[in-house]
Structure formats: C-alpha cells, structure tokens
C-alpha cells in the first residue's frame, strides 16, 4: 500500500483509557478496533464509540475469522498498537492464541513482521490506575506480570510501561515513517 495505517486494538482495560484515546484523537490515519469487552470499558468511562468513528474506522469484534486481519497481508499498516491491554489479552499473545479480533491482530502483525506496541494493564507489583470512579490501587499478581515480562522478548513487539511511554514511542515510531 502507497501509505499504509496505524492500526490500533482497545480491550477490556480502563487502565488509563481515557487518556489512551485523548492521544489517539491527535493521530491521524489510524483504524481502530475494539474487542467485544472494550466497547463495554469505552461505556463504563463515558466515551461514545461515534466520536470514535466520526474521525476513524471502527473495527468491532463481531466475527469469527476476523476478515481485517487480512489488511496485514496486503501492507494496509505500518504498525499495530494494543492500547491499553488487559492481562486477559497479554496471557493470550504469549500463549499464541488468536480466538478474538485482537488477538488475532497481534499474532498476524507479528507473522507480518509489522511492529507492535503493547501497552499492558500489569505492570508493576503494586500500581495506581483508573476505575469509573477515579483513581485506585491495584496488585497484579504474578502471572500477569510474567506474562508482560514475557511479552517483551517478543519479537516486532515493544511494551511501554506507562501512558507517556506509550505517547512517546508511537510519536516515535510515527516521526521514523515521516
């Protein structure tokens, strides 16, 4: 493709959602998709999925086979980016599991040697993050942060840490296609 995409996967996580998609809104060129349990967090946090559209392509998880996925094959995207990610979602791409839109994504950016970044809901021992009703504490447990540990010896996947690693290595990566 002449000027390939960013495409961008919300799941279930409200780890810093609303802070995730107010970044997102400054992009341009961008397909986003949402697993079935992130259309649900998007609700729980009051950000209407038509703002989303009314400046991108929404990509809902409604399929079985997750015909988009297929954009990966043809050079439709430069990068994929899984913000914020739930442990659910990390366990799965560790494990190879591509059952849902999302994680099929990861697994075929991968196959396609497109860069991912991920940025997951677990991690740190003991952390802030956001709920519905504001800030609270969370403590993954180990698994969880096995699982991020784990990720990042992934090849073609980076994860960030935090909402600003996040901001700055998809400003990064951007300025290094501009």
Not at 40 to 48: C, D, H, N, P, S
Not at 68 to 79: E, I, S
Not at 95 to 121: E, F, H, M, R, W
């Amino acid at each position: 493709m002449k000027n390939p995409r960013l495409a961008w996967a919300i799941t279930g996580s409200g780890h810093y959602i609303e802070e995730c998609i107010a970044f997102l809104l400054t992009l341009h060129d961008v397909d986003i998709y949402i697993s079935q349990a992130g259309e649900e967090v998007l609700k729980m946090y009051g950000i209407a999925l038509d703002d989303l559209r009314a400046k991108f392509p929404v990509y809902r998880d409604k399929s079985a086979s997750s015909p988009p996925v297929g954009h990966f094959y043809k050079g439709y995207y430069h990068t994929f980016v899984m913000a914020p990610t739930t442990s659910n979602t990390v366990a799965k791409c560790v494990l190879g599991i591509a059952d849902s839109l999302v994680t099929n994504l990861y697994s075929q950016a991968g196959k396609c040697k497109v860069p991912s970044i991920v940025y997951p809901c677990d991690v740190a021992p003991a952390m802030e993050t956001t709920a519905p009703g504001g800030k609270v504490m969370v403590y993954p447990r180990k698994i969880d942060l096995h699982s991020t540990a784990v990720l990042r010896s992934f090849e073609y996947t980076t994860v960030v840490d935090s909402a600003e690693h996040l901001f700055a290595t998809v400003t990064e990566r951007l300025a290094t296609l501009a």
